[in-house]
């Protein structure tokens, strides 16, 4: 359903174009990760995703499980989330590693939070979590980097300035480009791991702002 949701709506708030390094996009079984701009950001990363048939679990706060309607969603759906700072923390890589034996992509961001500026610039990713590397090393699933631009122009900044822009996104219609990259087999140290993921993701984020330019 969110992907339905994610396909229909984003194309009405702005334009989105996709890019792949392999023609037929993820393969199935991958862990996706990407970039963690905006609100609005897994969105667009799914409705771009949709495109090549792969309709991801997708792993996020698990704050967003408290909501009525898109909690309820999310549970039917089987999406997973994200306890951070919990006793039951490391549940959420079991449940990944459970769907990715199942033969679907687990979507996720190496942030694990949204960056504090308020303006609609771009910029590249913060600092990664371990939360990939290990999820990577307990699977041995490919791990692809996924970069999006220009979700911050749909919405950003403080709550009053994000519900404009959401509201008005339909009218200004902003331009929006997902770079989906090579598949990665990691190996090795978390921490070094973790240092490879966040530099594929910077490059597929570069790749999806030079598209933004052109």
């Given at each position: 359903?969110?992907?339905?949701?994610?396909?229909?709506?984003?194309?009405?708030?702005?334009?989105?174009?996709?890019?792949s390094?392999?023609?037929?996009?993820?393969?199935?079984?991958?862990?996706l990760?990407?970039?963690?701009?905006?609100?609005?950001?897994?969105?667009?990363?799914?409705?771009?995703?949709?495109?090549?048939?792969?309709?991801?679990?997708?792993?996020?706060?698990?704050?967003?499980?408290?909501?009525p309607?898109?909690?309820?969603a999310?549970?039917?759906?089987?999406?997973?989330?994200?306890?951070?700072?919990?006793?039951?923390?490391?549940?959420?890589?079991?449940?990944?590693?459970?769907?990715?034996?199942?033969?679907?992509?687990?979507?996720?961001?190496?942030?694990?939070?949204?960056?504090?500026?308020?303006?609609?610039?771009?910029?590249?990713?913060?600092?990664?979590?371990?939360g990939?590397?290990?999820?990577?090393?307990?699977?041995?699933?490919?791990?692809?980097?996924?970069?999006?631009?220009?979700?911050?122009?749909?919405?950003?900044?403080?709550?009053?300035?994000?519900?404009?822009?959401?509201?008005?996104a339909?009218?200004?219609?902003?331009?929006?480009?997902?770079?989906?990259?090579?598949?990665?087999?990691?190996?090795?140290?978390?921490?070094?791991?973790?240092?490879?993921i966040?530099?594929?993701?910077?490059?597929?984020?570069?790749?999806?702002?030079?598209?933004?330019?052109?």
């Open positions: 359903m969110l992907s339905r949701i994610a396909a229909a709506v984003v194309p009405i708030a702005g334009s989105l174009t996709v890019s390094e392999a023609a037929s996009g993820p393969g199935v079984g991958s862990i990760v990407a970039n963690h701009t905006s609100l609005a950001d897994p969105a667009v990363v799914i409705a771009a995703l949709r495109r090549y048939g792969i309709e991801p679990v997708v792993m996020a706060t698990a704050g967003l499980w408290r909501l309607l898109l909690g309820a999310l549970r039917r759906e089987g999406h997973i989330p994200v306890r951070r700072g919990t006793a039951r923390a490391g549940e959420c890589l079991d449940a990944a590693a459970a769907a990715l034996a199942a033969g679907r992509c687990v979507l996720l961001y190496g942030e694990g939070r949204l960056p504090e500026r308020t303006d609609a610039g771009e910029a590249p990713p913060g600092p990664f979590r371990s990939p590397a290990r999820l990577a090393g307990m699977t041995g699933a490919p791990l692809v980097p996924v970069g999006q631009a220009g979700a911050r122009r749909l919405c950003s900044g403080g709550a009053v300035k994000q519900l404009a822009g959401a509201v008005t339909p009218l200004r219609r902003p331009d929006l480009h997902v770079h989906i990259g090579a598949p990665l087999h990691l190996r090795g140290a978390v921490p070094e791991t973790t240092l490879r966040q530099a594929a993701v910077n490059a597929a984020w570069k790749n999806a702002s030079r598209a933004l330019s052109r």
